[in-house]
Structures are given as C-alpha cells and as structure tokens.
Nanobody, 112 residues
C-alpha cells in the first residue's frame, strides 16, 4: 500500500517559519513536491524536487521556501520562512511515478 504522510503544519504569526515533512511508503517517486489549496481557490504548485536534487518553485515562494529531499528516508521537506497570511492553505504532498499519489494534507495558518 502506497502512502504519503505529511506533518508539521500549524499556526504561526506572519514572518515566522514552519517546516513540513512528507514521508512516502510503499513506493519510490522520481519527483516529489508540494501543492497548496487556500479556501475558495484552486490547488496550486508550491515546489518540486527530483531524486537528484533538482528543484522548481512557484514564483510566489521563491526566496522564502526551500524544498529538500532525503532519499534514504524517502522523505521530502518544505522549509517555509517569512510566512505571509496569503500562505495560509492546506498543503499537500505529491509523489510522481508510474502512478501519482497525494498525501492527506496539512493545514498551515499564518496570522497577521
């Protein structure tokens, strides 16, 4: 059974930091990444990373968020700094492979 389990969400004040983690089991994904969905908005890509460490970021998160990956632990991280109220959303982990899988989501709330 393939699972992606996220952790690390929570409530933080604007300007603060949070680190999200997503651990995959049952499969190894060529690409792992994060999406987010704010209330009333479409799910949007936040960042992705390949097994070799190549990364890609949404313009809205460049310079503030850092995605990293520990292949030995099959885990991807999202370090979020200088958080803004507009970063408030449910953050979802995604693994791209023969079949794509999603995590259950973790809430990030940034208060002003």
């Amino acid at each position: 059974q393939v699972q992606l389990v996220e952790s690390g969400g929570g409530l933080v004040q604007a300007g603060g930091s949070l680190t999200l983690s997503c651990t995959a089991s049952g499969s190894i994904f060529s690409i792992m990444g994060w999406y987010r969905q704010a209330p009333g908005k479409q799910r949007e890509l936040v960042a992705t990373t390949t097994g070799r460490g190549s990364t890609n970021y949404a313009d809205s998160t460049k310079g503030r968020f850092t995605i990293s990956r520990d292949n030995a632990k099959n885990t991807v991280y999202l370090q979020m700094n200088s958080l803004k109220p507009e970063d408030t959303a449910v953050y979802y982990c995604k693994g791209w492979g023969v079949v794509d899988y999603w995590g259950q989501g973790t809430q990030v709330t940034v208060s002003s």
